[in-house]
């Protein structure tokens, strides 16, 4: 069965830190492209980062440059999120997406992705 699944999500204090990990099973994670969104209640998806096949290649919404990080490990097949300095706007259900690519480059948030995960809810409140 082909799918991922995001784990690491809760409830974590203005300023506070969590990673969020995104496992793939059924897939080989290096030929695809994997991009991080969220989406806050009553609001659209937000592409908030992505990262290319090989993890060279990096990007983030302005709204968190600076204290989220993307990163791969292929070898394991998991991509995670390491978020800092968590504000209550961050609050959503933050998805991973995966796309395969001919090319080595970090999708954007409008691609077709050909895989998504089930979501976990992260929640930044005092």
């Known amino acids: 069965q082909l799918q991922l699944v995001e784990s690491g999500g809760g409830l974590v204090q203005p300023g506070g830190s969590l990673r969020l990990s995104c496992a793939a099973s059924?897939?080989?994670?290096?030929?695809?492209?994997i991009r991080w969104f969220r989406q806050a209640p009553g609001k659209e998806r937000e592409g908030v980062s992505c990262?290319?096949?090989?993890?060279?290649?990096?990007g983030y919404a302005d709204s968190v440059k600076g204290r989220f990080t993307i990163s791969r490990d292929n070898a394991k097949n998991t991509v995670d999120l390491q978020m800092n300095s968590l504000e209550p706007l961050d609050t959503g259900v933050y998805y991973c997406?995966?796309?395969?690519?001919?090319?080595?480059?970090?999708?954007?948030?409008?691609?077709?992705?050909?895989?998504w995960g089930q979501g976990t809810q992260v929640t930044v409140s005092s």
């Open positions: 990262i290319s096949r090989s993890g060279g290649s990096t």
């Open positions: 997406a995966a796309v395969r690519l001919m090319r080595d480059y970090c999708p954007g948030a409008g691609v077709t992705y050909d895989y």
């Open positions: 059924g897939i080989i994670l290096d030929v695809n492209g």
